[in-house]
């Protein structure tokens, strides 16, 4: 089954511990991305990636680290988490579509609460 | 920057009663517009791709158009089933930038 996966899907951690979300893609999808939907605000892109290797930020990226070594996996990294980081996480993926567009594919999203 | 803005936040809806969905947008260069249908607890899920104004396009009851300033999701006699959160996206060059979204209720 074509699919995006993160993990965890639930966590609950403190301030200053250092954790890892990870997203995998079985599709081939160039294309990755990070994003944290809050109350409001809607989505927010963290991170995006193109390609392996290849990273930028997005509109909100303090606080956070990417690494794109496989097409396949984008782990998003919290060096040291604050509250202000307590958000619903979506990993995407997408094809190259036309004019480079991305019709993205996401995954279930993990919760992540920092206290 | 480039900005979304969708109206209205909520929709309250009978079934059969078509309304429509609004989403603004400034982006200095537009790739595609989006859009994005949300179930509570999920990831969004894709709808559409709109390229350049005077484009529509369908899908069941949904019907998105899109202008040089603003797109619309129009529903047409909705049923339940399409209760969600209708998000709105825009990309400029590689970045993507959402709406807060529409929720929309279909009461039967």
């Known amino acids: 089954e074509a699919q995006v996966t993160q993990n965890p899907r639930y966590l609950i951690t403190v301030t200053g511990k250092k954790l890892t979300v990870t997203c995998s893609q079985n599709?081939?999808?160039?294309?990755m991305s990070w994003y944290r939907q809050d109350p409001g605000l809607g989505l927010r892109q963290i991170y995006y990636?193109?390609?392996?290797?290849?990273?930028d930020k997005g509109d909100v990226p303090e606080g956070y680290k990417v690494s794109r070594k496989e097409k396949r996996n984008f782990p998003l990294i919290l060096e040291s988490p604050s509250p202000n980081q307590t958000s619903l996480y979506f990993c995407?993926?997408?094809?190259?579509?036309?004019?480079?567009?991305?019709?993205?594919?996401f995954g279930p999203g993990t919760r992540l609460t920092v206290t | 920057e480039d900005q979304v803005t969708q109206s209205p936040e909520a929709l309250r809806l009978q079934e059969g009663e078509s309304s429509s969905l609004n989403c603004s947008y400034t982006?200095?260069?537009?790739?595609?517009l989006f859009w994005y249908r949300q179930d509570p607890g999920k990831g969004p899920e894709f709808l559409f791709t709109?390229?350049?104004a005077g484009e529509e396009k369908e899908k069941e009851r949904l019907k998105a158009t899109l202008t040089k300033k603003e797109s619309f999701l129009h529903i047409t006699a909705p049923k339940p089933e399409d209760s969600a959160t209708y998000l709105c996206?825009?990309?400029?060059?590689?970045?993507?930038?959402f709406g807060a979204g529409t929720t929309v209720t279909v009461r039967a």
């Open positions: 709109l390229y350049s």
């Open positions: 982006v200095s260069g537009l790739r595609g």
């Open positions: 599709m081939n999808h160039e294309y």
């Open positions: 996206a825009v990309q400029n060059d590689y970045k993507l930038s």
């Open positions: 990636s193109m390609n392996v290797e290849v990273t």
């Open positions: 995407a993926s997408s094809p190259y579509g036309p004019d480079n567009t991305y019709e993205q594919y």
